[in-house]
């Protein structure tokens, strides 16, 4: 059963998914969620006592963890696993520079779509990713925590990489993904009343709708990137971000029960 966290928002764990040959993603031990910015002392100790939290992976850019710094975990250690190092945020999701730069919903579509094609194209993404694989691979035992601002996008690629690693079926993948716009509904509903009663125009709010929750086709966009240049997602892992064949196995054997 997952703990109520007053301060911890598009927060689940991993665990209980079942995989192409019917085992289960073993629980507590991979764990998503948006930024650890606002956690509250009860929170932490939940993230810590309950949840026991070895490794804290912040996706975000140096920016963001600049403006809204994490709360330590304590006895967690913090891996920064930056997507975009020294480039803008503008491929964060929902950054504010995103926002600043809102037009319409249209466009904010056509800004993710973008997006989940770099995941699969840029070369510091993979890097990054491959760097998550090792970290999960040295982590014998304790859950490793991931997020980003939000906890949908570069969070969502992550978490479709780590399952498809282990053997979880597409569908369950892209119904894990979709859980966000469940998750974040509260808290998107708050975003959007704040901005339009500070009189922001009706087209930035529409885009800023948008931006907020994620679409199947976002991440259907990574997977037809990743057939296009590899051949299937799969390869896109093993090729793109360079996970060996064994190292497949031994993660299964970590992370599956």
Same mark, same amino acid.
């Given at each position: 059963? =997952?703990?109520?966290? @007053? ?5 689940? *764990? ?18 998503? %969620? ?7 002392? &009860? *929170?932490?100790?939940?993230? %810590? *006592? @309950? ?14 963890? =600049? ?11 913090? #891996? ?30 056509k800004?993710?779509?973008e ?19 090792? +970290? ?8 490793? +925590? ?15 990489? #780590? ?9 369950? #993948? ?8 469940v ?15 500070? &009189?922001?125009? @009706?087209?930035?709010? @529409?885009?800023?709708?948008? &931006? ?7 991440? =259907? ?12 997602? =799969? ?10 064949? &064994? ?11």
């Open positions: 059963m =997952e703990h109520q966290f @007053e301060k911890l928002d598009n927060f689940r *764990d991993l665990g209980g998914i079942v995989t192409v040959d019917g085992r289960k993603v073993a629980s507590r031990r991979l764990l998503r %969620s948006a930024e650890l910015t606002n956690l509250t002392d &009860g *929170d932490i100790r939940l993230l %810590s *006592d @309950e949840y026991h939290v070895a490794n804290v992976v912040d996706l975000r850019t140096e920016k963001e963890r =600049e403006t809204s710094p994490d709360r330590l975990i304590p006895g967690a250690e913090h #891996i920064v696993l930056d997507f975009f190092p020294g480039e803008s945020a503008a491929n964060a999701d929902c950054s504010e520079e995103q926002i600043e730069k809102l037009k319409s919903a249209e466009q904010m579509h800004n993710m779509i997006t989940y094609t770099s995941f699969i194209l840029d070369e510091q993404v993979r890097k990054s990713l491959y760097e998550f694989l090792m +970290l999960l691979l040295r982590t014998k035992e304790g859950a490793t +925590l991931f997020h980003c601002f939000a906890g949908k996008d570069r969070t969502g690629i992550s978490a479709a990489v #780590i399952l498809t690693v282990l053997g979880v079926p597409k569908e369950e #993948i892209v119904k894990d993904y979709l859980q966000t716009n998750l974040r509904e509260e808290i998107n509903r708050t975003i959007i009343e704040y901005m339009r009663n500070e &009189g922001q125009p @009706e087209n930035v709010l @529409e885009a800023l709708q948008a &931006g907020l929750c994620v679409e199947q086709r976002y991440l =259907e966009t990574a997977f037809a990137a990743a057939d296009r240049e590899y051949g299937s997602f =799969e390869n896109y892992i093993s090729k793109g971000i360079g996970l060996e064949k &064994g190292d497949w196995e031994k993660l299964r054997v970590m992370y599956l029960e």
